[in-house]
């Protein structure tokens, strides 16, 4: 199996800025918003998870792709799943903070839940996004199952 790139340019590193991005902003939007600071914070940050949300799904499709293609890097194997894991996660709290939440107010449930969540997928982000840097620099993944040995 051969990873997934476009033009020759691998798609999930290129496609995860979007999510991250969008993902990012939604906290410092939360504060805002409970600091008073600005009326649309809100529905900005909600906006910007549901879209981080979205922009996720074929970042974490290219992602899976491109780990069945490097599924002979053995010594990967354990940061693939660990940034695969935190990762979902992420988009887990994001996905049920939108889920919680609206746009056009306070959400039903209590607003310090949603921005709990915020937080959580913020850190489960940082985190993962750490254990996706080391397989692009340490591991040099993704690369074909076929190609040469990572060095070591």
Not at 88 to 105: C, M, Q, V
Not at 116 to 126: D, E, I, N, R, T
Not at 131 to 150: E, F, I, K, M, N
């Amino acid at each position: 199996m051969r990873r997934l790139t476009l033009g020759g340019v691998p798609l999930h590193p290129a496609l995860v800025h979007l999510p991250i991005a969008l993902w990012l902003s939604v906290p410092a939007l939360d504060a805002a918003s409970l600091l008073g600071r600005c009326s649309e914070c809100w529905r900005l940050g909600w906006w910007a998870a549901l879209a981080g949300v979205l922009a996720a799904l074929p970042a974490m499709l290219a992602g899976a792709l491109d780990a069945a293609a490097s599924r002979a890097v053995l010594e990967a194997e354990a940061t693939v799943w660990r940034h695969a894991g935190l990762m979902s996660l992420s988009w887990t709290f994001f996905a049920i903070g939108s889920l919680l939440s609206r746009p056009d107010g306070p959400p039903p449930v209590p607003v310090l839940a949603v921005v709990a969540l915020h937080v959580l997928g913020l850190l489960a982000l940082l985190i993962g996004a750490h254990a996706g840097g080391r397989l692009a620099y340490v591991h040099r993944l993704p690369r074909d199952s076929a190609g040469p040995p990572s060095p070591r």
